[in-house]
T-cell receptor, first 113, second 112 residues
Framework: EAGVAQSPRYKIIEKRQSVAFWCNPI?????LYWYQQILGQGPKLLIQ????????DSQLPKDRFSAERLKGVDSTLKIQPAKLEDSAVYLC???????????FGEGSWLTVV | GNSVTQMEGPVTLSEEAFLTINCTYT??????LFWYVQYPGEGLQLLLK?????DKGSNKGFEATYRKETTSFHLEKGSVQVSDSAVYFC???????????FGTGTRLKVLA
């Protein structure tokens, strides 16, 4: 069974530039998550989707971050404009609706210089 | 509020040593508890879980018991291997709202 796919794996951008990350969840998983993991810290939830609706985006910095999940499958996370403190790994995860087990992708590593 | 506290790393052990990584939590209601492992350059993988008090989760020689009275979920392994070197995250899933909250992670390094 294919896992959660993410791209790109690595990205280096200058501050004030924009970047987009893509995620394809495991087939059949209705719930999709984006987490931010800063070096030395645990993952922090940015946004949670149930199908194509937003369940929780309370920790998403909405002045610069946006995310969408059109058609309830793939999702894109965008940062514009990027700041130095956005340097982190962006983890996508998915699960069956109501399941307590979530499956993570390998992450997209962002460095803002 | 809900939170997870893990012992700080790094933890450095010799091969075949006994491992304990402490984890305590604060939560309302009855959360489920998890240990995730992250190998270098990879995403997090579920290692084990326990969904109610006194449950013991186990996988690949690792164990953790859900202790409600001490609000703890310590990870143990009797004999670690070099291949166990990774970062271990304790996490809870809040009941009702279904939110995952992760600890800060504990890096384990096992020396041959």
């Amino acid at each position: 069974e294919a896992g959660v796919a993410q791209s790109p794996r690595y990205k280096i951008i200058e501050k004030r530039q924009s970047v987009a990350f893509w995620c394809n969840p495991i087939s059949g998983h209705a719930t999709l998550y984006w987490y931010q993991q800063i070096l030395g810290q645990g993952p922090k939830l940015l946004i949670q989707f149930q199908n194509n609706g937003v369940v929780d985006d309370s920790q998403l910095p909405k002045d610069r971050f946006s995310a969408e999940r059109l058609k309830g499958v793939d999702s894109t996370l965008k940062i514009q404009p990027a700041k130095l403190e956005d340097s982190a790994v962006y983890l996508c995860a998915s699960s069956f609706a109501g399941s307590d087990t979530i499956y993570f992708g390998e992450g997209s590593w962002l460095t803002v210089v | 509020g809900n939170s997870v506290t893990q012992m700080e790393g790094p933890v450095t052990l010799s091969e075949e040593a006994f491992l304990t990584i402490n984890c305590t939590y604060t939560a309302t209601g009855y959360p489920s508890l998890f240990w995730y492992v992250q190998y270098p350059g990879e995403g997090l993988q579920l290692l084990l879980k326990a969904t109610k008090a006194d449950d013991k989760g186990s996988n690949k020689g690792f164990e953790a018991t859900y202790r409600k009275e001490t609000t703890s979920f310590h990870l143990e392994k009797g004999s670690v291997q070099v291949s166990d070197s990774a970062v271990y995250f304790c996490a809870l899933l809040t009941s009702g709202t279904y939110k995952y909250i992760f600890g800060t992670g504990t890096r384990l390094k096992v020396l041959a």
